[in-house]
C-alpha cells in the first residue's frame, strides 16, 4: 500500500480494491504458470504467489485487520502454509532426483566403453594376417640393421 499511497491512488480506490486486484493477478498468473508443468517455472510461480499472499497479509496484520473479513473467500493464511509445503516438497524431490542422477552416473562410467575406445579400434594379434607379420618383423629388422624403414619387401 505504500505505493498506493506514493502514487495518489489510495483516496481514488479502497485498500480492499487494490489488494483484491493485487491477488486475483497474482493467482491468474500463478494458475497459468502451473500448467506449463516446467519444475522450475512451477516453483518460481509458486515463489512468487506466495511473496505476494505474504505482503498482502502483512499489510493487514500491520493494520490489525484480519484477513477473513476483507476477503472472505481468500483465506490467504491457509494458502501460505499450503504454498510453503509445496515448495519444500518439490525441492526435496528435486534434491532426490540430483541425488539419484549422480549415484547413476557413478555407476555408469565403469559400464562405458571409452570415448577412444569407440573412435580407434584396436588391432589384435588374431586379425593380423600372417604376411603382415612377417613385414612388421622384417621392418624391425631393417631398423636395427640401420637400414631404412622405407624398404619395401614384396613376397
Known sequence: MVEANAVGLHGEYSSQTILTSLLQK?????????????????KEANEKHLAALKSVAKYLDD?????????????????????????????????????????????????????????RPRVTAILVSPKVTVLQEQKTATNVDGRSSYMIRWQ
Open 63 to 119: 493494520r490489525r485487520i484480519d484477513p477473513l473479513e476483507l476477503f472472505p473467500g481468500w483465506k490467504i493464511k491457509e494458502k501460505i502454509i499450503n504454498l510453503e509445503k509445496d515448495i519444500s516438497d518439490s525441492k526435496k524431490k528435486m534434491d532426490d532426483k540430483t541425488i539419484q542422477k549422480r549415484k547413476v552416473e557413478e555407476i555408469e562410467p565403469s559400464n562405458k566403453l571409452n570415448s577412444l575406445d569407440i573412435e
Open 26 to 42: 497474482s493467482e491468474d498468473t500463478w494458475k497459468r504458470t502451473r500448467q506449463r508443468t516446467h519444475s522450475s517455472a512451477m
